[in-house]
């Protein structure tokens, strides 16, 4: 069984910089891809960034582009989501998530297999 378990989250002031963690246990992925999304309260949960397993190739939702950075330790088993230059509209709950077969580019929520339970991210102005 896998669980993926997110970490790092929490209240930063705008402008500032918070890293999210999510450590996968259960199984090692050697294909596949890892991603990152978000849910603001009332509205759709959205891609952020994702990133390919065994490649290390990494793709961002323009939005995010240039601020935040996906990336994975394969010894730890963990996936990373360094946020800077925090905006209030950054505030949401923040999601790791595993696809099986994925290339790191899929945005939509319901092709991945695996889910974190989420963590806050609140930035204030």
């Known amino acids: 069984q896998v669980q993926l378990v997110e970490s790092g989250g929490g209240l930063v002031q705008a402008g500032g910089s918070l890293r999210l963690s999510c450590a996968v246990s259960?199984?090692?992925?050697?294909?596949?891809?890892m991603g990152w999304f978000r849910q603001a309260s009332g509205k759709e949960r959205e891609w952020l960034a994702g990133?390919?397993?065994?490649?290390?190739?990494?793709y961002y939702e323009d939005s995010v582009k240039g601020r935040f950075t996906i990336s994975r330790d394969i010894a730890k088993n963990m996936v990373y989501l360094q946020m800077n230059s925090l905006k209030v509209e950054d505030t949401a709950v923040y999601y790791c998530?595993?696809?099986?077969?994925?290339?790191?580019?899929?945005?939509?929520?319901?092709?991945?297999?695996?889910w974190g339970q989420g963590t806050q991210v609140t930035v204030s102005s």
């Open positions: 259960g199984r090692t992925f050697s294909r596949g891809s």
């Open positions: 990133i390919n397993w065994s490649i290390d190739a990494t």
């Open positions: 998530a595993g696809h099986s077969a994925g290339w790191g580019w899929e945005a939509r929520p319901n092709e991945y297999d695996y």
